[in-house]
């Protein structure tokens, strides 16, 4: 009797086993949790460890272990939402999984917090490089290219479309990725580095360059509004530019800002000033 008590004790403190179900669950909190607990010591760490903590409380049944893992997932950290986000909090489920069996057999630990923190911050800056290319830099204005007219036209689906969707790319997305680490464990970082995954990015990241070419060519709208007589005959300088290169004028004030940003750094709000002065005091004197 005595014997069996103990047997249900030890096996009470045993790892339980971590399902695709599990990493869905981890990743989506960690998804809807992002940037809400933001903090200058820790960044997006609170958030991550939102997500991960149904995982670390069955991985975990000693408090003292448990303690110690929300430690480890609470260390500074920072990357983008679904590329970042979707293949870390796969990766620390399976790195964790590792790290609780290890402890409940008392056999040597290998995956010590060093390997685990070290892997997770080699890893959140270059995906969410990625994430930022493909997501915010191409995604994002295909949708937005795509409901422009709809908005134009008074649509209220043109303000709803994007979001929508871009929000359930990213979801979907995020877990896609959150299964497929946690299914390769540490192979997950040899896969985002594989020719293919290199190649694709670069791909949508070419992709993006044309989408925002064609928003700025039909959305911005810049003319002239110059035009003097000679010899009895009327030069209108917006008809020569279209003659030469149609759309000059907004490819200019698109390269201006663009300019002032690598310059001057992401500053919107000056960028916005200094673009509606210049605008304006070319009105003034009749050039635009």
Request: hydrophobic content about 50%; proline content about 3%; some cysteine.
């Amino acid at each position: 009797m005595t014997e069996a008590i103990e047997k249900t004790q030890v096996n009470s403190q045993a790892p339980e086993e971590i399902t695709k179900k599990d990493v869905t669950k981890a990743y989506l909190r960690w998804h809807f949790a992002n940037e809400i607990p933001h903090s200058f010591e820790r960044y997006l760490a609170p958030s991550l460890l939102y997500g991960m903590m149904p995982i670390l409380k069955k991985l975990y049944k000693d408090d003292d272990a448990r303690r110690a893992a929300y430690k480890r997932q609470l260390l500074f950290f920072n990357t983008q939402l679904s590329w970042g986000g979707g293949v870390i909090t796969g990766l620390m489920s399976s790195m964790e999984q590792q790290r609780a069996e290890e402890e409940y057999t008392d056999s040597e630990v290998l995956m010590q917090d060093d390997l685990m923190y070290n892997t997770k911050a080699g890893l959140m800056g270059a995906l969410a490089g990625i994430g930022d290319a493909i997501d915010s830099g191409t995604v994002q204005y295909i949708f937005i290219a795509i409901a422009v007219p709809w908005a134009q036209q008074g649509s209220a689906l043109g303000a709803l479309f994007p979001f929508i969707c871009f929000a359930t790319y990213q979801a979907i997305l995020g877990v896609f990725f959150a299964r497929q680490a946690f299914a390769m464990g540490r192979n997950a970082t040899g896969l985002m580095q594989s020719t293919g995954i290199q190649t694709a990015i670069e791909t949508l990241s070419v992709l993006g360059l044309f989408m925002m070419g064609v928003l700025a060519g039909n959305y911005v709208k810049v003319e002239s509004t110059l035009k003097f007589v000679i010899s009895g005959k009327d030069f209108v300088i917006q008809d020569i530019l279209d003659q030469i290169v149609p759309g000059l004028l907004p490819l200019a004030v698109v390269m201006g800002v663009y300019w002032f940003y690598n310059k001057k750094g992401l500053k919107v709000t000056q960028a916005l000033l200094w673009l509606t002065l210049i605008l304006i005091v070319l009105a003034g004197i009749g050039i635009l």
